[in-house]
């Protein structure tokens, strides 16, 4: 699965850290969620009203561990000023992992611009192919938003913590990849070791959990 977007637990003792505590939804429709990264963390608002079908799948990646042991994998540099830009991760082709596809929500229903740390799904060229693959946008990008016949991006949330962490990323050195990621992949993929959900209960799918499953030597 080649994803395209425009421009586009080891060693830690995770184990014996305490549950993050749980909050009921914000009545502004947000849902929390921490991503724990080798690079620092990042806290995310997830617009679960403005975005419900996006917000829901991400959260279904969430619950179910999904994104436990990927990685941030590109980093996508403006040419002018390559202080900003976006980076992208998730799941990449692992197809153990992916959940099905869901309609495409753009920016033009939402109201959700691809602004400085904005969270947005990464898809193929076709709408409603995006799935387990994410970006976060270092400065405005206002070529994702839907405009004319352009679908755009599904945006759904935004950095509330952690931007830091994002620039670190986008500044860390890249190369390979080809066509729209040609020169764009890092080089040391940044680990998010878990990613979890801080509103409300977690509700996991029922689904298999294939890459947990151990492949008898």
């Known amino acids: 699965m080649r994803l395209v977007a425009i421009l586009a637990l080891g060693a830690l003792a995770l184990g ?3 549950a993050p505590a749980r909050r009921a939804a914000g009545a502004a429709g947000l ?11 990042i806290i995310l608002a997830l617009e679960a009203r403005r975005a419900p ?12 561990g999904r994104f ?6 590109r980093a ?17 082709t692992d197809a153990r992992r992916i ?3 869901f309609a495409h929500e753009p920016t033009s229903r939402t109201g959700i611009l691809h602004t400085d740390g904005t969270i947005s799904m990464a898809r193929r ?10 970006f976060i946008c270092v400065g405005a ?10 679908i755009g991006y599904a945006a759904f949330g935004h950095v509330v913590s952690g931007m830091a962490t994002v620039r670190r990323i986008l500044a860390e050195n890249t190369g390979g990849g080809s066509d729209a990621m040609r020169g764009q992949m890092l080089a040391e993929p940044v680990r998010i070791f878990r990613a979890i959900r801080l509103d409300g209960m977690p509700r996991p799918t029922d689904r298999p959990r294939a890459w947990l499953l151990k492949v008898p030597k």
């Open 141 to 150: 990008i206002p070529s994702m938003d839907a405009k004319g016949d352009f």
């Open 76 to 92: 996508a540099r403006r040419r002018a000023d390559p202080r900003f830009g976006f980076i992208q991760g998730g799941i990449q």
């Open 16 to 18: 014996a850290a305490p």
């Open 31 to 41: 849902v929390h969620v921490r991503l724990e990264t080798s690079d620092g963390p």
């Open 125 to 134: 060229l076709e709408p409603g192919s995006a799935g387990g693959n994410f």
């Open 68 to 73: 436990n042991g990927v990685s941030f994998y």
């Open 99 to 101: 959940l099905p596809t």
């Open 53 to 64: 079908k996006t917000v829901a799948n991400f959260l279904a990646y969430v619950d179910d």
